[in-house]
């Protein structure tokens, strides 16, 4: 695949996982709350996350109108879980994607709403898969639920809101954002292969898209701490440098910069030597390398 492929990929992917979030609050267009969810939902974002469900479905040959909702939904989750974490409550921030929060834009109480318009929409969407459809799409709803939660990216959004650099284990800190940010990450790559349900070669195939999962999500926050260290507001489109003068843990203030390239380093190897299993069990994994890079090179 040339890297013009790709990017035709990526925008045609994008695109359709767009024209799905554009309709989700169809029913709504006069309440200020739907209005605030969409500001937020449609304003930007790369949207990594539905890509990584949408080209891991096409890796494993699920049909595209069965990936789109559960991609959606996981992109609903994902944004509202920046318009909370935005809060005055959370990390109190005023930019997002580029453009005020959605509490500056709107006011606090709307925003707390629009956050949870979308993870109760994204859930209804699942629902209604579900009522429709396999057992599948209900272990794989089911996931995506677990991921999001208590023992997931809420889980870790808890540990990580009194985790300080000083009072904080290496262990902890692996483990809070395998929560926060990888449980997430892990069900935009997991769902894919339990909607496609039981087959041959499925045990291993698991296996290494949880260790691409796991690597990819720890890759992830590590590089997010590095930006917020090196990078510029105006590049990243949301306020950096924040979290060393709060005296937060990230991978750079508890392990310094040096350690924490190393650590992502270490990470990334980790990830392509996942999708290098995958590729030797059979798969094409031309497309999901590609945007591993995307991801790797990223600089927001
Ligand atoms: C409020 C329940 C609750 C959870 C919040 C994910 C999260 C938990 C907070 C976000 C804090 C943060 C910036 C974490 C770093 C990793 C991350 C999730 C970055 C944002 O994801 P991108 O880069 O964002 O994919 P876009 O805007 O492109 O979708």
Do not use: W
């Amino acid at each position: 695949m040339t890297e013009d492929s790709f990017t035709e990929v990526r925008q045609v992917v994008t695109e359709k996982v767009n024209r799905f979030l554009q309709n989700v609050f169809n029913e709504y267009e006069t309440d200020l709350t739907a209005q605030a969810a969409l500001y937020s939902l449609l304003g930007g974002g790369k949207r990594l996350r539905p890509l990584l469900t949408m080209i891991i479905g096409e890796m494993l040959s699920v049909p595209e109108d069965i990936l789109i909702p559960f991609a959606g939904s996981i992109e609903m989750i994902h944004t509202y879980s920046l318009i909370h974490d935005d809060l005055p409550c959370m990390d109190d921030d005023s930019i997002r994607r580029g453009r005020a929060t959605c509490h500056v834009e709107y006011d606090e109480a709307t925003a707390l709403l629009a956050g949870d318009a979308l993870l109760n929409r994204a859930y209804e969407i699942l629902f209604e898969e579900c009522i429709s459809g396999s057992k599948e799409k209900g272990k794989a709803a089911s996931y995506i639920a677990r991921c999001s939660g208590i023992g997931g990216m809420i889980g870790g959004q808890s540990e990580d809101i009194h985790a300080m650099i000083h009072s904080i284990s290496p262990e902890s800190l692996y483990s809070l954002h395998k929560k926060k940010t990888g449980a997430l990450i892990s069900a935009s790559i997991l769902v894919p292969h339990i909607l496609k349900g039981e087959y041959s070669r499925s045990e291993e195939t698991r296996d290494f898209l949880f260790s691409f999962a796991e690597h990819l999500g720890l890759s992830f926050q590590i590089k997010d701490d590095l930006l917020d260290y090196s990078s510029t507001t105006s590049l990243m489109g949301k306020t950096v440098g924040k979290d060393e003068k709060a005296g937060k843990a990230t991978f750079v203030t508890v392990f310094g910069l040096q350690k924490a390239r190393s650590l992502y380093d270490m990470e990334m190897k980790a990830v392509y030597h996942a999708l290098n299993g995958l590729a030797r069990l059979g798969y094409n994994t031309v497309l999901i390398t590609d945007l591993t890079d995307v991801i790797h090179e990223r600089e927001n």
